[in-house]
């Protein structure tokens, strides 16, 4: 069974930091691509940042770029995003998925916010509150 399961959400104070883990179980990662998202209360859920497959090419919405960052280890079959300099309206619940299409990281812009259908095996979600 194909399963993405996350860690690492929590609570943090504006301008603080925190890393999201995704690790993936009964499938090799290298051959995927991953896309965080998040989804904050009464909003729909959007891409925040997308890694390629094995180019690695990373993609970030404008809201996130310069702050966060999206990296993997294929070795331990896990996808990080990194968030830096988080803020408020960071707020939200975070999911990883994958899809075979690397072309779909273009989720992350707007126009191409329906490409989120083309990722799968998403994970349970992990909360991000930024708050003090």
């Known amino acids: 069974q194909l399963q993405l399961v996350e860690s690492g959400g929590g609570l943090v104070q504006p301008g603080g930091s925190l890393r999201l883990s995704c690790a993936a179980s009964g499938f090799t990662l290298d051959y995927f691509a991953i896309g965080w998202f998040r989804q904050a209360p009464g909003k729909e859920r959007e891409g925040v940042s997308c890694i390629g497959t094995s180019s690695g090419t990373t993609n970030y919405a404008d809201s996130v770029k310069g702050r966060f960052t999206i990296s993997r280890d294929n070795a331990k079959n896990t996808v990080y995003l990194q968030m830096n300099s988080l803020k408020p309206e960071d707020t939200a619940v975070y999911y990883c998925?994958?899809?075979?299409?690397?072309?779909?990281?273009?989720?992350?812009?707007?126009?191409?916010?329906?490409?989120?259908?083309?990722?799968?095996?998403w994970s349970q979600g992990t909360q991000v509150t930024v708050s003090s």
């Open positions: 998925a994958a899809t075979t299409f690397s072309a779909s990281c273009s989720v992350v812009e707007p126009s191409y916010s329906h490409r989120l259908y083309d990722f799968a095996s």
